[in-house]
């Protein structure tokens, strides 16, 4: 919704609820602005989860940003990149895990948990036989259980792994989804609404069944807000939603 969030935040956020969405995923500084938090106040949308990159900020910017997350009533803030160069190693992949269980700290201060979502390059890159986002599923259960993820299905279908067994072998560590469509291609203008490409969303669902939905595109040769539209009817249709 990033375009129509820049012309109209409040007409964006009515247009959701008319949907019928009750929930929203919020990004970048937008997320926390006064005027987003407005117009979801005003329309009843809660904000349980928002994407914020914090990885490598230093204690006061993690206060800061969980302080303020907490205020909005979101509980999950989830960095949603770092780079290629930071998965090739298992030593690389543990950094990224000890910087997670640091800012883990800091947001259990303000009653806030922290997550990480993945793109292709995590599932891409083999270390010793398992992709490096399973590399780091597996030291956060070791050494930060409270960490959580956020699994981009589709971006794991790029990268050359089955999101369903994925998400079978994850397990509560994964407390959201982010659900899309298309022939599973790096080209994010290739993505489509959900139920018109070629990913089992149904499927996808029922391998963590808890796990929050959240329909997203990174891009699309049609309207986003349309795909949006017609992802939330595709869900409700198969008793997804």
């Not at 994407?51 to 900020?57: C, D, E, I, T, Y």
Request: no cysteine; net charge negative.
């Amino acid at each position: 919704m990033r375009e129509a969030l820049a012309d109209d935040v409040a007409g964006t956020v009515a247009r959701l609820a008319e949907l019928g969405f009750t929930s929203v995923e919020p990004f970048g500084p937008l997320a926390l602005s006064d005027e987003l938090a407005a117009a979801l106040a005003e329309h009843d949308i809660a904000a349980p989860t928002m994407h914020q990159g914090f990885l490598g900020s230093d204690d006061d910017a993690l206060d800061a940003l969980f302080a303020a997350a907490a205020a909005r009533g979101t509980r999950t803030v989830i960095d949603p990149f770092t780079p290629a160069d930071r998965w090739g190693t298992r030593e690389a992949v543990e950094s990224v895990a000890a910087e997670l269980a640091a800012a883990a700290a800091v947001a259990a201060r303000h009653g806030v948990r922290v997550g990480y979502h993945n793109h292709a390059h995590e599932l891409a890159s083999d270390i010793d036989g398992t992709s490096a986002f399973e590399v780091l599923a597996q030291r956060l259960a070791e050494v930060a259980p409270e960490v959580v993820l956020e699994v981009d299905t589709y971006w794991v279908a790029v990268g050359g792994h089955d999101p369903v067994a994925l998400l079978q072998r994850l397990g509560d560590q994964v407390v959201a989804l982010h659900l899309k469509d298309g022939p599973a291609t790096a080209e994010v203008l290739d993505q489509v609404a959900l139920g018109q490409g070629s990913i089992a969303v149904a499927d996808v669902v029922a391998a963590a069944p808890s796990a929050l939905r959240v329909i997203e595109l990174d891009d699309s040769r049609g309207d986003r807000f349309t795909a949006v539209a017609d992802g939330l009817a595709f869900l409700r249709e198969k008793g997804l939603a």
